[in-house]
């Protein structure tokens, strides 16, 4: 008899758990992603792990489950910013473009970067120019160029030049395959959604403005620490972490880590 009525209550939890996914989890974190489905689902999911340092797979993975079921998450920006105004790192291991103010963070973002082949240069630099609905060279002749506000125009509407010393030609800008956000795919420039750079990122970014590109070792090495931990809640809270001296910076300085 016991055993009988342990069968109809594991029967009971199970049937919970896959009508309804998240029931049994005591806290869900809030994402806009939960009730939607197909690509936009999968793209809600690309913006949740961005704000939360999570590589941008699109998936509810093992690391997504831990930010998205734990309430003793906590994001981490430590930075070492090059100027008080805005600035961008490109962390190529989580696929994330986020735009600071000195040492706050404004903006994060999923982004798709350079493949295996042609893979985005790990490399300090700046915005060297930006260009509303921009035409396309098809790199040299590789391509068909197309024109501005062409359909398939890869550049989407907006384009910013990056001026990264000896690698030219890179640049972030948007794209016609939001599908591919996220993932390593591109010839080497940084692609975003179209509503993100065209929302937020271009009309906050100006020339001259500092551009850091790397995996999370080489941004470490330049003072950019980007990630998520799990704190004790009964714990003492610690000390705020002092917060780097704040630099001038020269664009001649800002190419090689």
């Not at 690509?39 to 831990?66: H, S």
């Not at 931990?229 to 917060?243: G, L, S």
């Amino acid at each position: 008899m016991k055993n009988k009525i342990k069968n109809i209550l594991l029967a009971a939890v199970l049937i919970i758990t896959t009508v309804v996914p998240n029931a049994s989890f005591a806290y869900v974190r809030q994402n806009n992603f939960e009730n939607l489905k197909g690509a936009a689902r999968t793209e809600g999911i690309k913006r949740f792990q961005a704000e939360l340092n999570v590589p941008t797979t699109g998936v509810i993975d093992a690391m997504t489950k831990k930010v998205l079921y734990n309430e003793n998450i906590r994001v981490r920006d430590y930075v070492k910013p090059p100027t008080n105004g805005n600035w961008i790192t490109v962390n190529l291991t989580n696929r994330i473009l986020t735009m600071y103010k000195g040492h706050e963070v404004l903006y994060k973002f999923p982004v798709a970067v350079g493949s295996s082949a042609t893979p985005t240069p790990a490399v300090k630099g700046k915005i060297m120019n930006k260009h509303v609905n921009p035409a396309w060279g098809g790199m040299g002749g590789k391509y068909k160029a197309t024109s501005p506000d062409d359909p398939y125009n890869p550049l989407g509407e907006r384009w910013m030049g990056l001026n990264l010393g000896k690698y030219s030609g890179y640049g972030i800008h948007g794209t016609i395959k939001p599908h591919q956000i996220g993932m390593y795919v591109s010839n080497g420039c940084i692609r975003m959604f179209n509503h993100d750079i065209e929302n937020y990122i271009f009309p906050a970014a100006k020339v001259g403005m500092p551009v850091y590109i790397g995996r999370n070792e080489e941004l470490n090495s330049c003072g950019v620490y980007q990630y998520f931990e799990e704190v004790d809640p009964n714990a003492a809270p610690k000390d705020t972490p002092q917060q780097p001296v704040v630099e001038k910076f020269e664009t001649e300085d800002l190419y090689e880590y």
